[in-house]
């Protein structure tokens, strides 16, 4: 069974810049959740999607986004790059709502120069 | 704000040795969940705990659901050089969304 998977794996942006970043959840899995991991802040939640509909969304600024397709998979969008926006961006799946077991990607490693 | 404080931040243990570390909060959970997150990897499950007092297990690992639902502890026994990671533990406060604690580094020498 495939895992989930999350492209690019790394990427290279200047500041003002914006970043898609994309993610396939497992087959059957129709919850799919965005993190982000630094160093500083460790990880973070950004937003879920079930089902196309976001039903949660952390405390991040507006220039971060996501969707959801019908397919299940999903992509997540940041404008407007800042340096501090540097980090590893962790997409999860998930088949049983609401329990916290969650199947997470490799992530996006995405840096800010 | 809502903190999950992992003890301690990092353990440096030689292989064969037991590991114990724990997290506490100053809310109550009814769902703690541990993590381990090897290097250029994404968290990956060990243990969920779903009631106060649980104690659970999966083959070296135990974790412990603490009876004031605010802490748990993970023990793993034996340790391995495969054990080498950071270990999470996490609650859930909304719709899969986990609250993530600051990790436990773990180095294990051969």
């Known amino acids: 069974k495939a895992g989930v998977t999350q492209t690019p794996r790394y990427l290279i942006k200047t500041r003002g810049q914006q970043v898609t970043l994309s993610c396939s959840p497992i087959s059957g899995h129709r919850s799919v959740s965005w993190y982000q991991q630094t160093p500083g802040q460790g990880l973070q939640f950004l937003f879920e999607?079930?089902?196309?509909?976001?039903?949660n969304k952390g405390n991040f600024p507006g220039r971060f986004s996501g969707r959801q397709f019908s397919n299940s998979r999903s992509e997540m969008n940041v404008s407007t790059l800042e340096l501090g926006d540097s980090a590893l961006y962790l997409c999860a799946s998930s088949l049983v709502v609401d329990t916290g077991e969650l199947f997470f990607g490799e992530g996006s490693r995405l840096t800010v120069l | 704000g809502q903190q999950l404080n992992q003890s301690p931040q990092s353990m440096f243990i030689q292989e064969g040795e037991d590991v114990s570390m724990n997290c506490t909060s100053s809310s109550i959970f009814n769902t703690w969940l541990w993590y381990k997150q090897d290097p250029g990897e994404g968290p990956v499950l060990l243990i969920a705990l779903y009631k106060a007092g649980e104690l659970t297990s999966n083959g070296r690992l135990t974790a412990q659901f603490g009876i004031t639902r605010k802490d748990s502890f993970l023990n793993i026994s034996a340790s391995i050089p495969s054990d080498v990671g950071i270990y999470f533990c996490a609650v859930p406060t909304g719709a899969n969304n986990l609250f993530f604690g600051t990790g436990t580094r773990l180095t294990v020498i051969p």
């Open positions: 999607y079930f089902s196309e509909t976001q039903r």
